[in-house]
């Protein structure tokens, strides 16, 4: 790093690892996992991140479920793109899955459209299984 205060200088690139977990809004407790893999870019403010997580007991998952990325985003509104790109294990059926951020969180909050025989919207807890496997990226910008 080499810090500029000119705001077209290249000063801020990172690249990395972390461990991406599957959690609630409301709370989360006991889980265990097959899978936990993640990796980023971070070049100035914005962020690419992606993984591979996947459950091998649910454990306690309250509210809304997100999956954790590696900075907090920026106060802005939904200001994420991304999407699951693969995933199996769910209690119900999902044509698409995607995810958008909540200012000031670390959090990748799941949305999806559902099959006949589930609704639209945000993931739920109920929508889990011991065996869920979500393999995501996203593209986010930090405080």
Not at 27 to 34: D, F, N, V
Not at 44 to 53: N, Q, S, T
Request: glycine share 14%; proline share 4%.
């Amino acid at each position: 790093q080499n810090p500029s205060s000119d705001v077209n200088t290249l000063d801020d690139y990172e690249e990395g690892t972390w461990t991406p977990v599957i959690g609630g809004t409301g709370g989360t407790s006991g889980q265990s996992y097959t899978i936990q893999n993640g990796f980023y870019t971070k070049i100035g403010r914005l962020v690419c991140a992606g993984g591979d997580v996947a459950l091998s007991n649910k454990g306690t998952i309250t509210s809304n479920v997100y999956i954790s990325l590696p900075f907090t985003s920026a106060n802005i509104n939904n200001y994420i793109s991304g999407g699951i790109g693969y995933w199996a294990g769910m209690a119900i059926n999902i044509f698409f899955m995607s995810g958008y951020q909540t200012p000031n969180t670390a959090q990748f909050l799941l949305q999806d459209i559902g099959g006949p025989s589930a609704t639209t919207g945000i993931v739920a807890t109920s929508d889990l299984t011991n065996t869920t496997e979500l393999i995501f990226f996203c593209v986010y910008i930090t405080p």
